[in-house]
């Protein structure tokens, strides 16, 4: 997966993931800023929904501004670039 290779908006990166046949979504975990924790939080990409410009967590809508990494088995594979 070749993320990197140019500046992918979250939601799109999170979007091939679910749609793209010829990867495991099961592989991936996406990590956000919790604004109250103030913090990364990883979390596996089945358990997210996205909808719209938002990811939701169990109960928690988190604008989607606030992905920055993707992960795939362990290994890096999408990243914010700095602000």
Not at 45 to 67: C, K, M, Q, T, W
Request: no cysteine; charged share 35%; aromatic share 10%.
């Amino acid at each position: 997966m070749k993320f990197l290779e140019k500046e992918v908006m979250e939601r799109d990166a999170l979007n091939r993931i679910r749609w793209d046949s010829t990867l495991n979504p099961q592989e991936f975990s996406v990590l956000y800023i919790d604004r109250f924790r103030g913090k990364l939080v990883e979390v596996p990409y089945n358990s997210i929904r996205v909808e719209g410009d938002y990811i939701r967590v169990g109960d928690s809508l988190i604008p989607a501004h606030r992905v920055r990494q993707i992960k795939q088995s362990g290994r890096i594979v999408w990243a914010k670039r700095r602000e």
